[in-house]
């Protein structure tokens, strides 16, 4: 079985519309989703032993080009490359490392940046590697206009409806709530709300799938921080540690060209077998199942899924869409990130964003999307070509978990004007932070908010060893105080009284008010003025 494996920090990018973010390069987008998997974790980059980089759309040793910027250690980094199901084939990687004994702490991080519009394909002098689904495809249904992978899993649904009767009010109500749940996601590429009538009435794609129904292409990265139960207990990581309990990847069976299915040429038995490996080797049941990230790159892969995963019966899918068991109140809760139909679809960076998002449910860090009492969680990726990773998740421990409020910021630090103060208050740490540890001892929680409604978080941490400042992460604040990136530096530099912010609403702490009247003792020297 191997040692026990543990995501121990996480973190992502927004995901954005290709182009529509400015210097948001690969190397940047990865900077600031591996940065924020480290801050989670509580870790410096000199402690990752190993990292597995996915990406489709590159030249080779673009994971050496992303990492390089965290540092340069002479790790090996491997580059990983398969098809939409990159992600968690890199976390797969990593865990196996970790598994083997290979290494106790790896880095598994996806990017991806993208052309805008459809899928195509890059090189045209040679075989493509999806030649074969498509021509058994084209053999039984006609080639039609439209995105060819759109047709593929169109006929998938297609064929779901002419043999158990599925409807397409069915594939519509799958987008209706993902895109529903996406609002309360802020790494969400779309957070909007649509009706039934929009989702029906918009551009037909492939029929039965309209774009309201279909992913996007999208820019941006995920990481996550895999680490031994031996490394987890040497950092104090118990807390937030989640196990991945049991993960497998399933390849293309002889079903894909030897049955006349569209569901299987869009790999329905490579999800099953996956998903019964995985359950047989955890020793779990799907009735124990909370939470499920799936891989929704079309609503009728989503509705198919149900079925490939066991979460119900072959042909029931759209019962259990009807009674409601795929959202809040229902069995499981699906895709409360929006999935990729909302949330969004880098390819590289897809699988690592479901299992971030595994892990602040299991952690209780989702905020208004969190479902209530989550215990395990399953995570399901596909790429056609094929390869389907299924995996189960579960707190590592339990009795030592704490429910962590406040989640990684989206945002990135650059866009707060108050960024230059906790710099500032860095240098303050960096030159006497032995000293202010002994006097201060606490843990400062600052929530702030632009004039764009972005949230940024940042932990002032005088209590261990010589302090520090991190933007996001997951550390328990002794004090959390919320305020206004314009008052916050207001009330840095001098031109706001803290008085009067606290009784005007703009200044608000919870937490031990005797910490908070601390803050004086970490008070930039350049901003002096201010009376914290």
Same mark, same amino acid.
């Given at each position: 079985?191997?040692? *026990?494996?543990?995501?121990?920090?996480?973190?992502?990018?927004?995901? $954005?519309?290709?182009?529509?973010?400015?210097?948001?390069?690969?190397?940047?987008?990865?900077?600031?989703?591996?940065?924020?998997?480290?801050?989670?974790? &509580?870790?410096?980059?000199?402690?990752?032993?190993?990292?597995?980089?996915?990406?489709? !759309? &590159?030249?080779?040793?673009?994971?050496?080009?992303?990492?390089?910027?965290?540092?340069? +250690?002479?790790?090996?980094?491997?580059?990983?490359?398969?098809?939409?199901?990159?992600?968690?084939?890199?976390?797969?990687?990593?865990?196996?490392?970790?598994?083997?004994?290979?290494?106790?702490?790896?880095?598994?991080?996806? !990017?991806?940046?993208?052309?805008?519009?459809?899928?195509?394909?890059?090189?045209?002098?040679?075989?493509?590697?999806?030649? *074969?689904?498509?021509?058994?495809?084209?053999? #039984?249904?006609?080639?039609?206009?439209?995105?060819?992978?759109?047709?593929?899993?169109?006929?998938?649904?297609?064929?779901?409806?002419?043999?158990?009767?599925?409807?397409?009010?069915?594939?519509?109500?799958?987008?209706?709530?993902?895109?529903?749940?996406?609002?309360?996601?802020?790494?969400? =590429?779309? /957070?909007?709300?649509?009706?039934?009538? =929009?989702?029906?009435?918009?551009? %037909?794609?492939?029929?039965?799938? +309209?774009?309201? /129904?279909?992913?996007? +292409?999208?820019?941006?990265?995920?990481?996550?921080?895999?680490?031994? $139960?031996?490394?987890?207990?040497?950092?104090?990581?118990?807390?937030?540690?989640?196990?991945?309990?049991?993960?497998?990847?399933?390849?293309?069976?002889?079903?894909?060209?030897?049955?006349?299915?569209?569901?299987?040429?869009?790999?329905?038995?490579?999800?099953?077998?996956?998903?019964?490996?995985?359950?047989?080797?955890?020793?779990?049941?799907?009735?124990?199942?909370?939470?499920?990230?799936?891989?929704?790159?079309?609503?009728?892969?989503?509705?198919?899924?149900?079925?490939?995963?066991?979460?119900? =019966?072959?042909?029931?899918?759209?019962?259990?869409?009807?009674?409601?068991?795929?959202?809040?109140?229902?069995?499981?809760?699906?895709?409360?990130?929006?999935?990729?139909?909302?949330?969004?679809?880098?390819?590289?960076?897809?699988?690592?964003?479901?299992?971030?998002?595994?892990?602040?449910?299991?952690?209780?860090?989702?905020?208004?999307?969190?479902? *209530?009492?989550?215990?395990?969680?399953? =995570?399901?990726?596909?790429? #056609?070509?094929?390869?389907?990773?299924?995996?189960?998740?579960?707190?590592?421990?339990? @009795?030592?978990?704490?429910? /962590?409020?406040?989640?990684?910021?989206? %945002?990135?630090? %650059?866009?707060?004007?108050?960024?230059?103060?906790?710099?500032?208050?860095?240098?303050?740490? $960096?030159?006497?932070?032995?000293?202010?540890?002994?006097?201060?001892?606490?843990?400062?929680?600052?929530?702030?908010?632009?004039?764009?409604?972005?949230?940024?978080?940042?932990?002032?941490?005088?209590?261990?060893?010589?302090?520090?400042?991190?933007?996001?992460?997951?550390?328990?604040?002794?004090?959390?105080?919320?305020?206004?990136?314009?008052?916050?530096? @207001?009330?840095?530099?001098?031109?706001?009284?803290? /008085?009067?912010? !606290?009784?005007? @609403?703009?200044?608000?702490?919870?937490?031990?008010?005797?910490?908070?009247?601390?803050?004086?003792?970490?008070?930039?020297?350049?901003?002096?003025?201010?009376?914290?």
């Amino acid at each position: 079985m191997g040692r *026990k494996v543990y995501v121990v920090g996480v973190g992502m990018t927004k995901f $954005e519309k290709p182009g529509r973010r400015e210097n948001f390069d690969y190397p940047e987008m990865a900077k600031e989703a591996g940065t924020k998997a480290l801050n989670d974790a &509580g870790i410096s980059y000199e402690k990752v032993q190993q990292a597995c980089v996915g990406y489709v !759309f &590159g030249d080779s040793t673009c994971g050496q080009r992303a990492l390089y910027q965290l540092g340069l +250690t002479g790790i090996p980094i491997y580059n990983v490359n398969n098809n939409c199901s990159t992600g968690s084939t890199a976390l797969l990687m990593g865990k196996q490392l970790i598994e083997g004994g290979i290494a106790d702490c790896v880095l598994c991080l996806g !990017f991806e940046k993208m052309s805008r519009g459809s899928l195509k394909g890059v090189f045209n002098d040679r075989v493509s590697p999806m030649d *074969k689904h498509v021509e058994h495809m084209a053999n #039984l249904r006609p080639i039609e206009s439209g995105p060819i992978t759109a047709q593929m899993f169109g006929n998938a649904g297609r064929e779901h409806m002419e043999k158990y009767g599925t409807k397409t009010e069915h594939f519509a109500k799958i987008a209706w709530k993902n895109h529903k749940h996406s609002t309360n996601n802020p790494y969400s =590429q779309f /957070q909007e709300e649509y009706t039934m009538e =929009q989702i029906n009435s918009a551009p %037909s794609i492939h029929d039965p799938l +309209t774009k309201l /129904q279909c992913c996007p +292409t999208s820019d941006g990265s995920a990481a996550a921080i895999l680490a031994s $139960e031996e490394f987890v207990e040497k950092h104090n990581l118990q807390s937030q540690a989640v196990e991945i309990v049991a993960m497998e990847m399933s390849t293309d069976l002889p079903s894909v060209f030897g049955d006349k299915s569209c569901m299987q040429i869009v790999g329905y038995d490579m999800s099953k077998s996956a998903a019964e490996k995985v359950f047989a080797k955890a020793g779990m049941d799907r009735s124990a199942v909370d939470v499920v990230e799936l891989h929704d790159c079309f609503s009728a892969n989503e509705l198919i899924t149900y079925e490939a995963l066991g979460l119900c =019966q072959p042909g029931k899918a759209g019962e259990m869409i009807d009674r409601g068991d795929n959202t809040y109140g229902g069995k499981y809760v699906v895709n409360p990130s929006g999935g990729l139909i909302s949330k969004g679809h880098p390819l590289g960076a897809t699988g690592l964003a479901q299992c971030a998002e595994l892990s602040w449910q299991l952690r209780g860090m989702a905020n208004k999307r969190q479902v *209530k009492g989550a215990k395990v969680g399953l =995570q399901h990726n596909i790429g #056609l070509g094929g390869a389907a990773v299924v995996a189960l998740y579960k707190l590592g421990y339990p @009795g030592e978990q704490r429910l /962590q409020a406040v989640q990684a910021s989206a %945002s990135k630090e %650059s866009d707060f004007k108050s960024a230059a103060a906790f710099k500032e208050i860095q240098g303050v740490l $960096e030159k006497d932070g032995g000293n202010i540890v002994k006097k201060i001892k606490g843990v400062f929680c600052f929530k702030v908010k632009n004039k764009a409604g972005e949230n940024g978080v940042w932990y002032v941490d005088a209590k261990n060893g010589n302090g520090s400042v991190n933007f996001g992460g997951s550390a328990k604040p002794d004090v959390t105080i919320v305020m206004n990136d314009e008052d916050l530096v @207001g009330l840095m530099n001098g031109k706001l009284n803290p /008085q009067t912010a !606290f009784f005007q @609403g703009k200044l608000k702490i919870t937490g031990n008010m005797g910490l908070a009247m601390k803050l004086k003792d970490i008070q930039p020297p350049k901003t002096g003025k201010s009376k914290l």
